[in-house]
C-alpha cells in the first residue's frame, strides 16, 4: 500500500503569503512535499528538523511529525507497531507522538496513557490501532472527523517563523533516501540486538545464581545426613530393645557403638552382614514380583547363594525426610489399611537418635501397594537381602529407617 503524504494533510493554507518568504515554501515543496514514498517523507522531514537550531520552526516542524504519525493511524489505520515497521522507529516514540496527538481531543489522561502504554519488545503495539480505540473511548465519531480535530500547522506561522535562515544555511540537500534507510535499519537493529542480549544475559545470570544457591543448600542438608551404612543393616535383630536401652542413656554415635565396649552389638554385627554386594537396591517396584532365584541374585552369586545368608527375603527401606512426625502418621494410615503389624517386640515408629525404627510383617500379596503408597509419601530407597529370620506363612519381613535431615 502506497502512502502518500500532501501539504494539505498537515498544513492549512493562509488567505496571504508575505512575498518573501515564497522561497521557503518552495523550499518546503522541493524536499519534503514532493516525496511520494512515506518512509523517505518521514527521514526527509527529520533531516531538515536536524539541520535547525532551537528555534520556532524547529517546534512547528515536530508537529509535523506528530500529524504524519497521526494521519497513518487514524486514516489509514495503522497499528502502532505497523507504523513502527514503515517509519524505522521504536514503538514507543510512534505511542508518544499519538498521546500528544490525542490530548487535544480526550480530556481523560488516564484512559489516554493507559491505552497507549507499549513495550519496545513485546507485541501490544498490534493490538493499538484507530478501531480498538474508538471500542475503548466509545466514540461515535468518524475517523476523518477525529484527524480534522487534531491541530494543523499554519503555513503562513510556519513560513515566518525564525529559523529559516540556519535551516537553509545548514541544508545539504536532499540526502540520499537509500543510505538513510539503510543507516536507520543497522541503527534500530543494533539496538534491538543490544536489548535482547542484555535480557539473555541477565536470565543467565540469575539462572546462575540459583543453580549456585541450590547447590549450598544441597551441601548443608547432605552435611547433616551422618547415619553410618553398617546402623542400617543390623536393625533388624532381636537384641534391638538392647540397643534401645543403651542409646537412650548416651549419644548414639560411632565411639558409642565401638564392639569393644559392647559384646551385644559385636555379636549382632557378626551375626548379621553388612557388606554391599549381599544387598540388592530395587530400582522398580516390579521387581518385588520376581521369583525367588531372581537374575539379580544369579548375576551377583553366580548361580547360587551362600547357606550362611539364609534363603527368606528381607526388605529394607531407607527413608529420609525433614518432618518425621509427619510421615509416622502417614505410615501408620498406610500399615493400618494394608494389615501391617510388627515383627517384633520393638513398637513400630520407634525412637533412635536421628530417625525413627519400624520391623513389621506385611502380608506378601500386598507388599507391592505397600512401597507404593509409601513412595507416594516421601522418597525412598528398598533394599533385598537374604536372611535367616523367620517369618509366618504369607507374611514378609520389611524394616524401614526414616532419617531425619
Given at each position: ?246 542409646s537412650s542413656n548416651q549419644e548414639f554415635d560411632s565411639e558409642n557403638l565401638s564392639t569393644e565396649e559392647n559384646p551385644v552389638l559385636e555379636k549382632q554385627i557378626e551375626d548379621d552382614r553388612f557388606d554391599v554386594e549381599s544387598d ?126
Amino acid at each position: 500500500m502506497v502512502i502518500h503524504i500532501k501539504q494539505s494533510d498537515l498544513i492549512f493554507e493562509s488567505k496571504s503569503i508575505n512575498e518573501r518568504y515564497i522561497y521557503r515554501q518552495v523550499y518546503l515543496n522541493e524536499n519534503l512535499f514532493n516525496i511520494e514514498n512515506i518512509f523517505d517523507f518521514y527521514s526527509s522531514l527529520n533531516s531538515i528538523i536536524e539541520n535547525c537550531s532551537s528555534s520556532p520552526l524547529k517546534q512547528k516542524l515536530n508537529s509535523l511529525v506528530t500529524l504524519v504519525v497521526a494521519k497513518l493511524f487514524v486514516t489509514h489505520e495503522l497499528c502502532i507497531n505497523e507504523i513502527s515497521k514503515k517509519l524505522l522507529v521504536l514503538p514507543s516514540v510512534v505511542s508518544w507522538h499519538l498521546l500528544i496527538f490525542f490530548s487535544d481531543i480526550y480530556s481523560d489522561r488516564f484512559m489516554l496513557n493507559n491505552f497507549f502504554q507499549v513495550d519496545d519488545l513485546s507485541s501490544s503495539g498490534d493490538k493499538r490501532d484507530i478501531k480498538n480505540m474508538f471500542n475503548v473511548f466509545g466514540e461515535k465519531r468518524s475517523k476523518d472527523e477525529i484527524f480534522l480535530m487534531g491541530r494543523k500547522v499554519e503555513l503562513r506561522n510556519l513560513l515566518e517563523s525564525p529559523g529559516w535562515d540556519d535551516l537553509i544555511k545548514n541544508s545539504t540537500g536532499k540526502k540520499n533516501s537509500n543510505a538513510t534507510k539503510s543507516q536507520k535499519i543497522v541503527g534500530m537493529s543494533f539496538r534491538m540486538l543490544l536489548s535482547y542480549l542484555t535480557l539473555v544475559s541477565l536470565m543467565m545470570g540469575l539462572l546462575f545464581f540459583a543453580l549456585k544457591i541450590n547447590e549450598i543448600n544441597e551441601i548443608k542438608l547432605l552435611s547433616k545426613i551422618n547415619l553410618p551404612s553398617r546402623f542400617f543393616t543390623w536393625l533388624d535383630n532381636n537384641e534391638f530393645n538392647q540397643i534401645n536401652m543403651f542409646s537412650s542413656n548416651q549419644e548414639f554415635d560411632s565411639e558409642n557403638l565401638s564392639t569393644e565396649e559392647n559384646p551385644v552389638l559385636e555379636k549382632q554385627i557378626e551375626d548379621d552382614r553388612f557388606d554391599v554386594e549381599s544387598d540388592v537396591i530395587l530400582t522398580s517396584l516390579d521387581q518385588i514380583d520376581s521369583e525367588e532365584n531372581s537374575a539379580l541374585e544369579e548375576i551377583k552369586k553366580g548361580q547360587f547363594r551362600d547357606s550362611r545368608y539364609g534363603n527368606r527375603k528381607v526388605y529394607r527401606l531407607m527413608i529420609t525426610s525433614a518432618d518425621i512426625i509427619e510421615v509416622s502418621e502417614k505410615l501408620g494410615g498406610i500399615m493400618k489399611k494394608h494389615q501391617v503389624i510388627k515383627g517384633g517386640t520393638v513398637e513400630p515408629g520407634s525412637q533412635l537418635p536421628g530417625g525413627l525404627y519400624y520391623n513389621l510383617l506385611v502380608p506378601t500379596e500386598r507388599l507391592k501397594n505397600f512401597f507404593s503408597e509409601i513412595d507416594e509419601v516421601e522418597d525412598m530407597n528398598i533394599y533385598l537381602s537374604k536372611s535367616r529370620m523367620f517369618a509366618p506363612s504369607g507374611k514378609s519381613n520389611v524394616f524401614i529407617w526414616v532419617k531425619k535431615i
